[in-house]
């Protein structure tokens, strides 16, 4: 914006308006605004490029109303009715914006339209998106009577959960009778609030599709009693926007408890009765949230 086509920092406000009639096409054909937020600390920013238009701009506006882990939905407006509305994405790695979102399976609305829709749950949309990347997501609208117009904003998405680490505690102990906790400590995500959900899996190994999982919690550990054999744990931590992150896969090993071997077979088998009953009261916390 000077005279050097070098940077012009503003005043620290929440809006901000510039006057650029003076600036000329030739030597600028676009201008990229960019904010940088502060606080405690934090620091965080965003950047937006606008093209200049030489003669009528239509007035074009996009915002994003919502963000999940399946899907990012952003929604333009014009004041010109008789425009056509062209949706635009770019950002690293992304060469092929136009068949991106003309492909259902990444874009269920196409790249035209006043509502764009990417489906980041797909397959195509996790190899063509990097999490933690940053794109640029352009609207620009064209009118006979209005003329040109474009705006565009900004889609991060979100990196998953990390840094942290969930274990069982203890490893080791008896069937029916040692309370087990997993407890989960230093997980860190730029979505917050964090939930965790606990999976337990009989065998020699860990398989998240066949695990018993608890349902979602902002509880960060959760204690459990289990029969005699071999199992693993594991934590799901997801964040606001439903990234999640597997924890590490630790052994439980529960024998069977050295009093209930020497005991008669009729006490063994009251003791037994009354441990399963108090392992299955426990143990149908699996499943629902705490």
Known sequence: LLSSRGVLALPSTNEIRVDLSALSLAASPGVAFTVVVTKSGRVAEASVTLPLEDGPVASVSVSRKSISAA?????????????????????????????????????PTGASGTSLVINLASALSQASLTPGASYTITLRVVSPTSGSGATATELTLALPP??????PFPSAGDAYTTEFTQACGSWASE???????????????????????????YATAFSFILADGSYFAAVRISNALGGHTLSNQAPITVSVAAASQNASAADAEESGFLNAKVALDRMVALGKKS
């Not at 952003?74 to 068949?99: K, N, P, R, V, Y």
């Not at 190994?205 to 919690?217: G, L, V």
């Open 191 to 217: 979505e917050l609030p964090l939930e965790y959900s606990f999976g337990i899996e009989a065998g020699f190994s860990f398989n998240a599709a066949t695990a018993a999982w608890t349902a979602p919690s």
């Open 162 to 167: 990390s840094g942290g680490l969930c274990s």
């Open 71 to 107: 899907r990012v939905v952003f929604e333009g407006t014009t004041d010109a009715g008789d425009a056509t509305l062209a949706w635009a994405i770019s950002g690293s790695g992304l060469t092929t914006s136009s068949t991106l979102l003309a492909t259902k399976a990444f874009s």
